[in-house]
């Protein structure tokens, strides 16, 4: 039986769950157990604290692992060094270092996108700072789409229509303040002649294409061969955000009016990510694809309990499989078909 270390965190949480007991509990690892062992895994759960006292012990193991959307993102940090050592160690960590990296970090999401084939026709341009912007910005084209590196649900997503209104959303949204830090930045170029201040708007953001007359995009979650897939209205008062729309006002599975080739491009991109799962906001403007942005690591999961069923792929079609599977069960699957 091949044996699985799985890493929870400080609150022995793992993984993400929708209508979990209690809230924000994360996946059942009773059930998990239960689902990994019916396929031969034997899976068993440690803090991720636990492993720092000897990282070597896991050189070679099976590491999965939970992220963290903590206020502030301090523990999901704490994550990311644990990942990236175990990682150089020689633990085989599921999804690699690099999927950590970019949950909750849209501006390393986007640089990996850019790596994707099927998504290089959306541009985007990343930045540090207003600063960095300036520098660039007769390559923008208007309108644009705003995002910040953080934010899920639609948070942080604003249209822009001119330089203007985007200069003015990004001082709004990119300020850090430190009135003590900065006075004493502002002594320094009195002081020391031809020294530049800090930019005080420098948290990172992407500017992304804007791509018009959309009135929906599909949620696909895509658990090894097993996709899940819900149709986002975008709704009056919402602006351009189809996500965050609420889970009772989409259309899941047959019913989301999915394009000829939607799985087929989505499936593709899951495949070049080499990773088990995968949550991908597709768009569709009547000609292309777009990949708007994707998580392989604590995605929401709300699609599989909404959804009656999942696709998969059968010859050269995608059959819908009518079948009410637990979010721990379509994980565990996952793993295995990852391993496999």
């Given at each position: 039986m091949t044996k699985i270390i799985a890493l929870t965190d400080y609150k022995n949480k793992f993984g993400s769950k929708h209508f979990d007991r209690p809230y924000r509990s994360g996946m059942d690892k009773e059930k998990l157990k239960k689902y990994f062992n019916e396929l031969a895994l034997e899976i068993e759960f440690h803090?991720?604290?636990?492993?720092?006292?000897?990282?070597?012990?896991?050189?070679?193991?099976?590491?999965?692992?939970?992220?963290?959307e903590d206020i502030g993102y301090y523990y999901k940090s704490f994550i990311e060094d644990i990942i990236l050592i175990l990682e150089t160690v020689g633990a085989k960590t599921i999804p690699?270092?690099?999927?950590?990296?970019?949950?909750?970090?849209?501006?390393?999401?986007?640089?990996?996108?850019?790596?994707?084939?099927?998504?290089?026709?959306?541009s985007a341009f990343s930045f540090?700072?207003?600063?960095?912007?300036?520098?660039?910005?007769?390559?923008?084209?208007?309108?644009?789409?705003?995002?910040?590196?953080?934010?899920?649900?639609?948070?942080?997503?604003f249209l822009a229509n001119t330089e203007e209104e985007l200069i003015k959303i990004i001082k709004k949204n990119n300020k850090v303040s430190n009135?003590?830090?900065?006075?004493?930045?502002?002594?320094?170029?009195?002081?020391?002649?031809?020294?530049l201040k800090e930019d005080i708007y420098r948290r990172k953001f992407i500017v992304q294409q804007f791509i018009?007359?959309?009135k929906n995009d599909w949620k696909l979650y895509i658990f090894?061969?097993?996709?899940?897939?819900?149709?986002?209205?975008?709704?009056?008062?919402?602006?351009?955000?189809?996500?965050?729309?609420?889970?009772?006002?989409?259309?899941y599975g047959p019913n989301a009016n999915t394009p000829e080739g939607l799985f087929e491009f989505a499936y593709m991109f899951f495949l070049k990510l080499n990773v088990p799962h995968v949550s991908l906001d597709v768009a569709y403007d009547g000609k292309q694809f777009?990949?708007?942005?994707?998580?392989?690591?604590?995605?929401?999961?709300?699609?599989?309990?909404?959804?009656?069923?999942?696709?998969?792929k059968t010859g050269?079609?995608?059959?819908?499989?009518?079948?009410?599977?637990?979010?721990?069960?379509?994980?565990?699957k996952s793993i295995n078909w990852f391993l496999k």
């Open positions: 803090k991720l604290h636990e492993v720092t006292s000897n990282l070597n012990i896991l050189k070679g193991q099976f590491v999965l692992y939970t992220s963290s690699s270092y690099k999927h950590l990296r970019a949950n909750n970090n849209k501006v390393f999401m986007e640089l990996m996108r850019q790596e994707i084939k099927e998504s290089e026709q959306l540090g700072s207003l600063n960095d912007f300036l520098s660039f910005r007769n390559n923008i084209s208007y309108p644009c789409v705003f995002k910040t590196a953080e934010g899920a649900s639609g948070t942080g997503v009135p003590k830090e900065n006075l004493k930045d502002y002594l320094r170029s009195k002081k020391h002649k031809g020294y018009p007359n959309l090894g061969d097993m996709l899940y897939v819900f149709n986002r209205p975008i709704q009056k008062g919402r602006g351009i955000k189809a996500s965050g729309g609420g889970y009772d006002n989409y259309l777009y990949i708007i942005e994707f998580q392989s690591v604590y995605f929401g999961t709300a699609g599989i309990p909404y959804s009656n069923g999942y696709y998969k050269s079609n995608w059959l819908f499989v009518n079948d009410k599977l637990e979010i721990e069960n379509v994980y565990a």
